[in-house]
């Protein structure tokens, strides 16, 4: 059976600063004694994908040293207090020329895989345009085919990622668990979800 993700790229996108956290940097937080960024490139690399690319920003040097057993590529934006649109550039400036990639949160560490796979039953290509949504919100992973590249390594630095993409452009949608909206973005929110357990052992 062929695989769909062997020609596609992943982008973990994991240097914002975490300000909303307080002193704790929420992708070094751990659930279950595993840190929320090792949680979410595992589940990744369950995927067969073509190559995976961990954009790193603030705290990259304990990042780096938490993922380096796993074969990721790692990209530094220096950029990276200027919103989630210079990191998802650095991201994809580093993409080899292929189908086109997936845009992952590393503060999204549940069900991953399950809403990776997902993307299997659609029809990828360079044109594709493919949101998560749960009941209509849009959330991720969201897949970007390659013929819009160019239009994001161009575009404006911003808070909202890929999202004028879907604005601009048709698009299909997946409807997707209700983890595809769970950020880890504060301490509540670590109290409201971290009890879960987001690896399946």
């Known amino acids: 059976m062929m695989n769909p993700f062997s020609e596609l790229s992943c982008l973990c996108l994991a240097a914002g600063r975490s300000s909303r956290m307080g002193y704790d940097h929420k992708l070094l937080k751990k659930i279950g004694g595993i840190s929320v960024i090792e949680i979410v490139v595992r589940q990744i690399m369950d995927i067969p994908f ?26 530094h934006n220096a950029d990276y207090g200027n919103g989630l649109h210079s990191s998802l550039r650095e991201g ?29 039953e659609m029809e990828l290509n360079r044109a594709s345009l493919i949101r998560s949504v749960v009941t209509g919100i849009p959330g991720h992973p969201v897949l970007v085919g390659s013929n819009y590249k160019d239009e ?15 604005q601009k452009y048709d698009f299909e949608t997946l409807e997707q668990p209700e983890a595809a909206l769970w950020d880890l973005d504060t301490p509540e929110d670590f109290a409201r979800y971290g009890s879960l357990k987001p690896l399946t052992e």
Do not use: H, K
């Open 50 to 75: 073509g190559e995976v690319i961990v954009v790193t920003g603030a705290r990259a040097d304990e990042i780096r040293e938490i993922l380096e057993p796993y074969p990721v590529r790692f990209v």
């Open 92 to 120: 994809v400036r580093a993409t080899r020329d292929n189908v086109g990639f997936f845009i992952c949160l590393g503060d999204q560490p549940f069900s991953l895989s399950e809403r990776l796979r997902a993307f299997a």
């Open 152 to 166: 994001i390594l161009a575009a404006f630095d911003r808070d909202s990622g890929a999202s004028y993409l879907f």
